[in-house]
């Protein structure tokens, strides 16, 4: 089966950077370069939220207002990864992050991930 595997969560102080990566694997029916790739997170007591996307179709993509020119999305097709560097970490970036894997072009916001990782926990001390 199609699998999702996060890493790169730690614990950080404000100010400093972390990689998150999301390998994907067991791909059959449709390849890694059919799906747009989704960061989400959901810290404790609140709802989860969309942080990222990559599309399928042209590598644009999406980033929420919190954390536009702090986060960077990127795709390596070789390796069958996404990964999601966070610079500038502030302590409202304390979540799990989750990746998502949605089989349309386009970061819409609106389709349903067809498959999820586990999470990582990433953690900014003030």
């Known amino acids: 089966e199609v699998q999702l595997v996060e890493s790169g969560g730690g614990l950080v102080q404000a100010g400093g950077s972390l990689r998150l990566s999301c390998a994907a694997s067991?791909?059959?029916?449709?390849?890694?370069?059919?799906?747009t790739i989704w960061w989400f997170r959901q810290a404790p007591g609140k709802d989860r939220e969309g942080v990222s996307?990559?599309?399928?179709?042209?590598?644009?993509?999406f980033y929420r207002d919190s954390v536009k020119g702090r986060f960077t999305m990127s795709r390596d097709g070789a390796r069958n990864t996404v990964y999601l560097q966070m610079n500038s970490l502030k302590p409202e970036d304390t979540a799990t992050y989750y990746c998502?894997?949605?089989?349309?072009?386009?970061?819409?916001?609106?389709?349903?991930?067809?498959?999820w990782g586990q999470g990582t926990q990433v953690t900014v001390s003030s």
């Open positions: 998502g894997a949605d089989r349309s072009y386009y970061c819409s916001g609106s389709s349903p991930m067809d498959y």
């Open positions: 996307c990559i599309s399928a179709s042209d590598g644009s993509g």
């Open positions: 067991g791909f059959t029916t449709y390849a890694f370069d059919d799906y």
